[in-house]
């Protein structure tokens, strides 16, 4: 049953007993922390992304609507597919570069290991703190980033790399982005969870996490 009201040229209709439609939740608050679904960006928001090669362009583009066309992927320990409801940083990566056509190994470690053994390893001495600094001039978008430090592995691996990115280049208004899964980075002053685009931030100085390197997944 409907009841129609009309107020100047506005019809409503209102169906008796509906309820309102809940709108999909896009952020949390655990222990006074707001953790919200990471950003979603296309690739017209990026400078320059036409400009690079097509290999890129699809890598990139690839990454993107990984986040796009899932629901909100939170970060989850061991995840490496939509399917497991989230990602950790390395199993993002591994599901984007297979879904591309790659053939990564599977943890942030093994990942750089794979670089560096195809001599596709740009090494950042050092701790840089802005992507502006001369040790990341050959850096472009569609490299993989490495981080070590991040966390304490106990997996007993030799390669002390924890962390793993997909860097997108720069927004329109020089905002340097990458792209991958975490719980705790931000953008635009947002805290995240899982996969989508956070800022790319050096870690301070007194931080324990270092940007150790960076290049192309071999084959690309």
């Given at each position: 049953?409907?009841?129609?009201?009309?107020?100047?040229?506005?019809?409503?209709?209102?169906?008796?007993?509906?309820?309102?439609?809940?709108?999909?939740?896009?952020?949390?608050?655990?222990?006074?922390?707001?953790?919200?679904?990471?950003?979603?960006?296309?690739t017209a928001d990026l400078t320059g992304?036409?400009?690079?090669?097509?290999?890129?362009?699809?890598?990139?583009?690839?990454?993107?609507?990984?986040?796009?066309?899932?629901?909100?992927?939170?970060?989850?320990?061991?995840?490496?597919?939509?399917?497991?409801?989230?990602?950790?940083?390395?199993?993002?990566?591994?599901?984007?570069?297979?879904?591309?056509?790659?053939?990564?190994?599977?943890?942030?470690?093994?990942?750089?290991?794979?670089?560096?053994?195809?001599?596709?390893?740009?090494?950042?001495?050092?701790?840089?703190?802005?992507?502006?600094?001369?040790?990341?001039?050959?850096?472009?978008?569609?490299?993989?980033?490495?981080?070590?430090?991040?966390?304490?592995?106990?997996?007993?691996?030799?390669?002390?790399?924890?962390?793993?990115?997909?860097?997108?280049?720069?927004?329109?208004?020089?905002?340097?982005?990458?792209?991958?899964?975490?719980?705790?980075?931000?953008?635009?002053?947002?805290?995240?969870?899982?996969?989508?685009?956070?800022?790319?931030?050096?870690?301070?100085?007194?931080?324990?996490?270092?940007?150790?390197?960076?290049?192309?997944?071999?084959?690309?």
């Open positions: 049953m409907h009841k129609i009201s009309f107020i100047g040229f506005l019809s409503v209709a209102v169906t008796l007993g509906a309820l309102p439609t809940r709108a999909a939740k896009h952020s949390y608050t655990v222990g006074g922390t707001t953790y919200h679904r990471p950003a979603l960006l296309e992304f036409k400009k690079l090669s097509e290999a890129r362009q699809r890598l990139i583009t690839a990454a993107l609507e990984t986040a796009r066309k899932n629901r909100w992927l939170k970060y989850k320990f061991g995840g490496s597919s939509p399917s497991a409801g989230g990602f950790d940083c390395s199993g993002a990566m591994y599901y984007v570069l297979r879904s591309s056509g790659y053939r990564p190994p599977r943890t942030s470690a093994q990942q750089y290991g794979w670089l560096r053994d195809a001599r596709k390893i740009t090494k950042v001495a050092g701790r840089p703190q802005s992507p502006d600094d001369r040790a990341f001039k050959k850096l472009t978008p569609g490299d993989m980033v490495f981080w070590s430090g991040t966390y304490v592995p106990t997996d007993g691996r030799v390669v002390k790399v924890t962390h793993v990115s997909l860097y997108l280049g720069q927004e329109k208004d020089g905002r340097h982005v990458m792209i991958g899964a975490s719980k705790g980075r931000s953008y635009r002053g947002k805290r995240g969870d899982g996969y989508g685009v956070y800022d790319f931030r050096l870690p301070s100085k007194g931080s324990k996490a270092r940007v150790v390197g960076f290049g192309p997944p071999p084959g690309l």
